[in-house]
């Protein structure tokens, strides 16, 4: 976890150089950091005690002023496994990463009316929030105890000490103002090696589709989960859900649109020497295959995509990038290795015809060699078995049932066929037609001339 706590270490030096001239003092085993020299305000750092019931003041004393208690600091109570009763004063106003992380806490009683703000992850300035703020267990299992629970349930990470469900070893919440559903984490104690979400969950005898995985869910499960399937209606893995989970060696995501910051940074037996992402992903965030891509050599990239985050594929040593997206993905930095230049040694391949649009485009214009024959063949390779795909005098044929969408060159969907092992093309204008065919929860995309 090297890159995160790197990174975490930054925001620390930064906070702390904010706080160069703040004056800390211990009481009742809580150390706190004043603003002594710029205001009237006091953090809790720190807690040194083993006490299982702690009282955070609204204010404390010190040479005779007075300071309002208002930020519970990065880590503050980690680790304190003593701690079960944790109360905390109306003048809390935000709480930092992991402030009560390995704690032993059951019972968190908050005197805000309004919910204190929960601080970003620090690999992230944007909406990425961190539910490691807590043990996963406590949303589940622990007493949140609150002045208004309208508001609580309505903020950032407040909002999923309720609405949870726990089926077949999974926990589920279910956002109340869309009715949709996201996966949160593991039940504490019952990860498996193979997962299955289904495509809806039950709670209070209604079904919920299951649409998203949510930040960090998966994050830290290093050494039992080996493979997950999502469901098709599963359209969102969110920023660090898979965060380096070390044994994790395939993940089936044929519905997924966007892969969130870092999703699967870290899983390095997930991205081997060829890797696919599969059709009908637009977004990959930055880094979401960082310290994943040592041994990564042949990539191919879907028609469907539109972005690729700064960094995405961060330390591989690509010498074959395979394209089909007709207009080049936004992208700076992408394919940044420490160890090589990929854009002086990758090949670039893309579509017929589409080689001066990605010469031109922003990011791409560094590779040196581009070429236009990501024809037929190289996708015949670009999904990893499973099912087989013929495509002879413009009828396009499975050996399985499948889903089979024709996209014409301008993105636009013109033909659709469901449960189908064949699908012709004939009455279809002349041109090129992007095909994908779904089956057995993964895809194939192939490129028609006609």
């Known amino acids: ?37 710029d205001g009237n305000e006091a953090w809790v750092t720190d807690y040194i005690g083993n006490s299982a019931e702690v009282v955070i003041p609204s204010s404390i004393s010190y040479e005779d002023k ?16 003593s701690l079960e009763i944790l109360t905390l004063p109306s003048s809390i106003d935000r709480i930092d990463s992991s402030a009560f992380f390995g704690t032993g806490l059951k019972v968190l009683n908050l005197r805000a009316s309004t919910p204190p703000a929960i601080s970003p992850t620090a690999v992230n300035t944007t909406d990425t929030y961190d539910i490691t703020v807590f043990n996963k267990s406590f949303y589940y299992r622990g007493t949140l105890n609150v ?26 919440w279910i956002n109340s103002s869309t009715e949709k559903v996201g996966v949160f984490c593991p039940e504490e104690g019952n990860l498996e090696e193979d997962i299955v979400i289904p495509a809806t969950v039950t709670l209070d005898g209604m079904d919920y589709p299951v649409t998203s995985v949510i930040d960090g869910a998966f994050e830290g499960d290093m ?25 994790l060696e395939k993940v089936n995501m044929s519905g997924v649109v966007n892969i969130g910051l870092q999703a699967f940074s870290g899983c390095k037996k997930l991205v081997k020497k060829t890797f696919s992402i599969p059709e009908g992903v637009k977004f990959i965030d930055a880094g979401a295959f960082s310290n994943s891509c040592g041994n990564l050599e042949t990539l191919f990239l879907p028609s469907s995509l539109q972005s690729i985050g700064n960094s995405a594929f961060e330390g591989s040593i690509l010498k074959d990038i395979y394209s089909f997206a007709i207009t080049p993905p936004d992208m700076v930095n992408s394919f940044y290795s420490n160890s090589e230049d990929v854009y002086e040694i990758a090949t670039l391949h893309v579509l017929p015809g589409c080689e001066e649009a990605y010469r031109s ?48 060159e301008s993105g636009a969907l013109v033909l659709c066929e469901d449960n189908a092992m064949r699908c012709d093309l004939s009455p279809l204008l002349g041109g090129v037609y992007i095909v994908r065919i779904s089956a057995m929860g993964q895809s194939r995309v192939l490129k028609v001339v006609r």
């Open 66 to 81: 007075s300071y309002v208690v208002t930020t519970i600091d990065h880590g503050a109570f980690r680790g304190c496994r």
């Open 1 to 37: 976890m090297i890159r995160k706590i790197f990174l975490l270490s930054c925001v620390a030096m930064m906070f702390a150089a904010g706080r160069a001239y703040a004056q800390e003092i211990v009481v009742d085993s809580v150390r706190y950091s004043l603003s002594t020299f």
């Open 223 to 247: 050494d039992v989960m080996k493979s997950i399937t999502l469901p098709e209606c599963l359209t969102y893995i969110g920023g660090e859900a898979f965060f380096w989970c070390e044994a």
């Open 147 to 172: 002045p208004s629970d309208d508001a609580y349930s309505k903020a950032d990470i407040w909002k999923y000490f309720y609405n949870n469900t726990v089926q077949d070893g999974i926990v589920y």
């Open 361 to 408: 485009a922003a990011g791409w214009e560094k590779f040196r060699n581009i070429v236009g024959d990501a024809d037929l063949s190289a996708s015949d390779a670009y999904v990893d078995g499973g099912f087989e795909v013929h495509c002879a005098d413009g009828i396009v044929g499975t050996v399985v049932p499948a889903r089979i969408e024709v996209y014409a």
